[in-house]
């Protein structure tokens, strides 16, 4: 990708952005705080607090957000089956339970592309778009979020985080996950797949089943469900 496109699709993501916190409008509540870095870090509400459980899908090289819920006292479990991502976890295995595993709207294995910029992003290759140039591909072990809440053994308490940074897959993940029932307390999405007509309709379902958007900070959105 040559510099002047790198450019306007910067400018395009900048204007998508400020239409969309425009029209959707977070309620952006002062009782939040911010764990981890400028890069991998999210925003949460304050009285989301442990002793809890949460789901962390999506882990790139940054797991500085796994790493401050965990140091607070959740129980954190983090998965992401891409190569580059599996060999950083391996530090981690102390503090984070780790599980090499993606999610999707079914369980078993499914092509992913590597993003041509950014090598150690992966991203289901139906759920690539336009504007992503990909190179190669390679399949990964993939579980619905149902499925991989069972697995981890979270399935007997309510799930009070659900981080999802999948690549592009959000929007479907999101629809199987309210159709499985999956209601997590606090929902933190990096809508990748950043199409506004897409957005706004995650947004909506998620409203409809009691979700409320609090924060907008960039391509990430943070939902609570009372």
């Known amino acids: 990708m040559n510099a002047l496109k790198v450019t306007l699709l910067k400018v395009s993501i ?3 952005i400020f239409f969309l916190e425009n029209l959707l409008r977070p309620l952006r ?6 764990l981890g870095t400028y890069y991998g870090g999210w ?5 989301v607090t ?3 459980t949460a789901l962390c899908v999506g882990a790139g090289t940054d797991v500085t957000f796994d790493l401050e819920l965990a140091r607070l006292g959740f129980h954190v479990v983090t998965a992401d089956p891409t190569p580059d991502s599996v060999a950083y976890l391996e530090q981690y295995r ?10 999707w709207t079914s369980t078993g ?6 993003d041509s910029t950014f090598a150690e992003s992966w991203m289901i290759g139906g759920t690539a778009t ?3 140039g990909t190179t190669g591909s390679q399949s990964f072990p993939v579980m619905t979020v149902k499925d991989l809440i069972a697995d981890a053994g979270l399935d007997g308490a309510p799930l009070d985080i659900l981080k999802l940074d999948i690549e592009g897959a959000e929007h479907d993940v999101l629809r199987s996950m309210l159709a499985d029932g999956i209601l997590p307390r606090c929902l933190c999405v990096e809508f990748d797949d950043h199409r506004i007509r897409r957005v706004i309709a995650s947004t909506r379902l998620l409203q409809r089943a009691g979700y409320t ?5 960039g391509l990430n959105y943070i939902f609570t469900r009372a």
Request: glycine share 4%.
């Open 14 to 16: 900048k204007l998508r």
């Open 29 to 34: 509540p002062p009782h939040m705080v911010r």
């Open 43 to 47: 925003w949460i509400p304050d009285d």
């Open 50 to 52: 442990p002793p809890g």
């Open 94 to 103: 102390d503090v984070l339970e780790v599980r090499p595993v993606g999610v």
């Open 109 to 114: 294995e499914i092509e992913f592309a590597q």
């Open 130 to 132: 336009a504007s992503v």
């Open 213 to 217: 958007l609090l924060q907008i900070e």
